[in-house]
């Protein structure tokens, strides 16, 4: 009892009950539904959080910090749209300067929301409500009602979505997933063991405190928008892999589904907590009861977004309401050691 | 508080020269501007918006957001429309639409105020689930062939050459500037929005307050949704979606801080009529619609980065004279100081 007390915080109780609630779903999907454990299931799963996965992870850098992302839905159609008409004007570049340039231009749109929140003190909120629509804006303009078709792309970026890198049993990983994955596994060891990681934790969890502590916390702040932008670019590039077609309405609603995943793995809106892991973990549950409860209860897709809404409240929620509950247990032994020290 | 009685004072003024600068504007391209039809119609295009803004200044004021307010309004018009389709009356269709607004509400503002989670997490989730209920209903039909006399309330003037949507608003407007400026709920809403904590240990029931506000806001927001399907004459899934973008620029471009606790309903108006302005010129010009949210948007930004920048300008401009002070009278001053 007192040494996985010791071992584990509240927050990776968290994490597990998503693992746990994920295993749950699938163990009576797959009982109750035919075929729904298949390679066609689980393609169909991975691809779409490949690419809400990746966003995922930039949203939480930034909602770790006590701000929040609503333009990055915007970027990836930006990026997407930008990266496809340069790749079908010039067919022959090389695909890891198409990797560069979309996480490049991802970066710059990050970095004007980053410059404005850290350095000009605007909201979070009002800074990337106003860019949502200027980088559509921008992006409806340079398409000019012009679409990006498979056929004008080059076939290595059509055929990045379908091949396979190693199968587990009949389940074929992707390339799309599989970037989002080594993504994770990144940001996952940045948040938990550097520096930067630490400082985005301190700023959220206090910001006066970290500003006292002497953290440069402008530029730690900038630093996330700008990395959350150059994700949600390189989540443009999967977007393009995956659907090949593109128009100006690329993308929109990512920022909502990219805010769910988030509060659904337990990232705190009021920052400093949550990890990336549990960020991936909450698009993977969406995702996965989205499929899951259309096809079993036999609704049709239109109750998609009443179920999302639903979800996200209770995740809210039962985060509140469970894990101060959790933290109330873990503090209890240090609160009766240091009143029986007094005693 | 005289200091920030001038900055009140010449943040209005600077939305008033705006006002000027752009009405001036419009006036010169096209002489049709000035004619009280064009003023009519261009407050009758996003009268929706603007009845629904009223109601956002209060909740911002109080420190909290409605992000699920497009949503309601394109639930309420989802459900008239509906409804209407299954052969219940107008009257009746109306009056489930307006409950279902408040209802919409309460659940918003029981989470806020009784569960004490984030407003911001509870209405993105009321604005995906709302959104969600209402295509549950409608699916993807599109339906209209409303009674004349509903599409008339919504296009036809009422009493001379106003509508009575406008007249509608005329009323709330002033019933919302007797209760947020002049009456003890609306100081209320401010010393709430100004310090939560405070306001409790004073004894005040800010849950009740909060809860309240949020069922306004979900009434105002289903009235402005039937209003919108008399003026259209046609529901669809979609109806009112992304509206509270415009509805949220204009309560922060009048000056209401996102913190809470201060701005006015003078500047909203103000703000408003900026906006409704900005895009009618901005029509005339035959600029789209999606440039015309850009430009909105770009407005919304430059409408806080602009004041702290001058702000920050200033502080650091008295830093140095500070310092060219201390350098000025010696090393004794900074001592005894």
Same mark, same amino acid.
């Given at each position: 009892?007192?040494?996985?007390?010791?071992?584990?915080?509240?927050?990776?109780?968290?994490?597990?009950?998503?693992?746990?609630?994920?295993?749950?779903?699938?163990?009576?999907?797959?009982?109750?539904?035919?075929?729904?454990?298949? &390679?066609?299931?689980?393609?169909?799963?991975?691809?779409?959080?490949?690419?809400?996965?990746?966003?995922?992870?930039?949203?939480?850098?930034?909602?770790?910090?006590?701000?929040?992302?609503?333009?990055?839905?915007?970027?990836?159609?930006?990026?997407?749209?930008?990266?496809?008409?340069?790749?079908? &004007?010039?067919?022959?570049?090389?695909?890891?300067?198409?990797?560069?340039?979309?996480?490049?231009?991802?970066? &710059?749109?990050?970095?004007?929301?980053?410059?404005?929140?850290?350095?000009?003190?605007?909201?979070?909120?009002?800074?990337?409500?106003?860019?949502?629509?200027?980088?559509?804006?921008?992006?409806?303009?340079?398409?000019?009602?012009?679409?990006?078709?498979?056929?004008?792309?080059?076939?290595?970026?059509?055929?990045?979505?379908?091949?396979?890198?190693?199968?587990?049993?009949?389940?074929?990983?992707?390339?799309?997933?599989?970037?989002?994955?080594?993504?994770?596994?990144?940001?996952?060891?940045?948040?938990?063991?550097?520096?930067?990681?630490?400082?985005?934790?301190?700023?959220?969890?206090?910001?006066?405190?970290?500003?006292?502590?002497?953290?440069?916390?402008?530029?730690?702040?900038? &630093?996330?928008?700008?990395?959350?932008?150059?994700?949600?670019?390189?989540?443009?590039?999967?977007?393009?892999?995956?659907?090949?077609?593109?128009?100006?309405?690329?993308?929109?609603?990512?920022?909502?589904?990219?805010?769910?995943?988030?509060?659904?793995?337990?990232?705190?809106?009021?920052?400093?907590?949550?990890?990336?892991?549990?960020?991936?973990?909450?698009?993977?549950?969406?995702?996965?009861?989205?499929?899951?409860?259309?096809?079993?209860?036999?609704?049709?897709?239109?109750?998609?977004?009443?179920?999302?809404?639903?979800?996200?409240?209770?995740?809210?929620?039962?985060?509140?309401?469970?894990?101060?509950?959790?933290?109330?247990?873990?503090?209890?032994?240090?609160?009766?050691?240091?009143?029986?020290?007094?005693? | 508080?005289?200091?920030?009685?001038?900055?009140?004072?010449?943040?209005?003024?600077?939305?008033?020269?705006?006002?000027?600068?752009?009405?001036?504007?419009?006036?010169?391209?096209?002489?049709?501007?000035?004619?009280?039809?064009?003023?009519?119609?261009?407050?009758?295009?996003?009268?929706?918006?603007?009845?629904?803004?009223?109601?956002?200044?209060?909740?911002?004021?109080?420190?909290?957001?409605?992000?699920?307010?497009?949503?309601?309004?394109?639930?309420?018009?989802?459900?008239?429309?509906?409804?209407?389709?299954?052969?219940? *009356?107008?009257?009746?269709?109306?009056?489930?639409?307006?409950?279902?607004?408040?209802?919409?509400?309460?659940?918003?503002?029981?989470?806020?105020?009784?569960?004490?989670?984030?407003?911001?997490?509870?209405?993105?989730?009321?604005?995906?689930?709302?959104?969600?209920?209402?295509?549950?209903?409608?699916?993807?039909?599109?339906?209209?062939?409303? *009674?004349?006399?509903?599409?008339?309330?919504?296009?036809?003037?009422?009493?001379?050459?106003?509508?009575?949507?406008?007249?509608?608003?005329?009323?709330?407007?002033?019933?919302?500037?007797?209760?947020?400026?002049?009456?003890?709920?609306?100081?209320?809403?401010?010393?709430?929005?100004?310090?939560?904590?405070?306001?409790?240990?004073?004894?005040?029931?800010?849950?009740?307050?909060?809860?309240?506000?949020?069922?306004?806001?979900?009434?105002?927001?289903?009235?402005?949704?039937?209003?919108?399907?008399?003026?259209?004459?046609?529901?669809?899934?979609?109806?009112?979606?992304?509206?509270?973008?415009?509805?949220?620029?204009?309560?922060?471009?009048?000056?209401?801080?996102?913190?809470?606790?201060?701005?006015?309903?003078?500047?909203?108006?103000?703000?408003?009529?900026?906006?409704?302005?900005?895009?009618?010129?901005?029509?005339?010009?035959?600029?789209?619609?999606?440039?015309?949210?850009?430009?909105?948007?770009?407005?919304?930004?430059?409408?806080?980065?602009? *004041?702290?920048?001058?702000?920050?300008?200033?502080?650091?401009?008295?830093?140095?004279?500070?310092?060219?002070?201390?350098?000025?009278?010696?090393?004794?001053?900074?001592?005894?100081?």
């Amino acid at each position: 009892m007192h040494t996985w007390r010791q071992r584990m915080r509240p927050e990776q109780i968290r994490e597990l009950s998503l693992v746990g609630l994920i295993v749950i779903a699938l163990l009576i999907f797959g009982w109750q539904i035919e075929n729904f454990l298949s &390679a066609r299931t689980f393609n169909r799963i991975t691809s779409s959080v490949a690419i809400v996965g990746m966003v995922a992870i930039g949203q939480t850098l930034v909602v770790l910090t006590r701000n929040i992302d609503l333009s990055v839905g915007s970027i990836v159609g930006f990026t997407a749209y930008f990266v496809g008409s340069q790749l079908a &004007a010039n067919p022959g570049l090389p695909p890891v300067m198409a990797v560069v340039l979309a996480v490049l231009t991802g970066g &710059a749109l990050g970095l004007v929301n980053g410059l404005i929140v850290a350095y000009g003190r605007v909201p979070a909120i009002i800074t990337t409500l106003g860019t949502l629509a200027i980088y559509r804006m921008l992006l409806i303009n340079y398409a000019n009602a012009r679409t990006i078709t498979v056929d004008s792309l080059p076939s290595w970026v059509v055929e990045l979505s379908r091949q396979t890198i190693f199968t587990i049993g009949d389940f074929a990983v992707r390339p799309l997933f599989a970037i989002t994955i080594a993504a994770v596994v990144v940001f996952q060891f940045v948040l938990a063991y550097t520096v930067f990681g630490r400082r985005l934790y301190a700023i959220g969890s206090n910001p006066e405190a970290a500003r006292f502590a002497g953290l440069p916390a402008q530029r730690t702040v900038l &630093a996330a928008f700008v990395l959350c932008g150059m994700l949600a670019g390189m989540a443009g590039f999967l977007f393009l892999a995956r659907f090949g077609n593109i128009t100006a309405v690329a993308g929109q609603g990512i920022e909502l589904e990219s805010v769910a995943a988030v509060v659904v793995g337990g990232v705190n809106t009021f920052g400093g907590s949550g990890t990336v892991l549990g960020a991936l973990l909450g698009a993977f549950l969406i995702d996965l009861l989205g499929q899951g409860l259309l096809r079993w209860l036999g609704i049709s897709e239109f109750w998609r977004d009443a179920l999302l809404g639903l979800l996200i409240l209770l995740a809210v929620a039962s985060d509140s309401v469970i894990l101060g509950w959790l933290r109330r247990i873990w503090a209890a032994p240090a609160l009766r050691a240091e009143v029986s020290n007094e005693g | 508080m005289k200091a920030k009685l001038r900055r009140l004072l010449s943040w209005e003024g600077l939305l008033l020269a705006i006002l000027v600068l752009v009405a001036a504007v419009n006036a010169n391209l096209a002489p049709a501007y000035v004619s009280l039809n064009n003023q009519i119609n261009l407050f009758q295009l996003s009268i929706e918006k603007i009845i629904v803004a009223l109601v956002m200044t209060f909740i911002i004021i109080n420190g909290e957001i409605d992000l699920s307010v497009a949503s309601v309004m394109g639930l309420a018009a989802c459900i008239v429309a509906v409804l209407f389709d299954r052969g219940v *009356p107008m009257e009746w269709a109306i009056v489930v639409a307006l409950l279902a607004g408040v209802l919409c509400g309460a659940f918003n503002g029981f989470w806020v105020a009784y569960v004490g989670l984030p407003s911001l997490a509870v209405t993105l989730a009321g604005m995906i689930g709302f959104r969600g209920v209402a295509r549950i209903l409608i699916e993807d039909r599109s339906i209209g062939g409303f *009674p004349a006399w509903f599409t008339a309330l919504g296009q036809q003037p009422l009493i001379g050459p106003f509508p009575f949507s406008l007249i509608l608003f005329a009323l709330l407007f002033t019933l919302a500037l007797i209760v947020l400026q002049y009456s003890g709920v609306g100081r209320l809403v401010y010393v709430i929005g100004h310090n939560a904590a405070v306001a409790r240990y004073s004894g005040i029931d800010v849950p009740r307050l909060k809860l309240g506000l949020f069922i306004a806001s979900g009434l105002v927001a289903a009235l402005a949704g039937v209003l919108l399907a008399a003026r259209l004459g046609a529901v669809r899934g979609n109806t009112a979606d992304g509206f509270e973008l415009d509805i949220i620029t204009m309560v922060l471009l009048g000056g209401v801080s996102i913190f809470g606790g201060t701005g006015n309903l003078a500047g909203v108006g103000l703000s408003i009529l900026v906006i409704l302005n900005l895009r009618n010129g901005m029509s005339l010009l035959n600029v789209t619609g999606n440039v015309q949210t850009g430009v909105v948007g770009m407005l919304l930004i430059l409408s806080v980065l602009l *004041p702290n920048l001058a702000q920050m300008a200033r502080e650091r401009w008295q830093r140095r004279a500070v310092q060219r002070k201390e350098v000025q009278t010696g090393v004794e001053t900074s001592v005894s100081s």
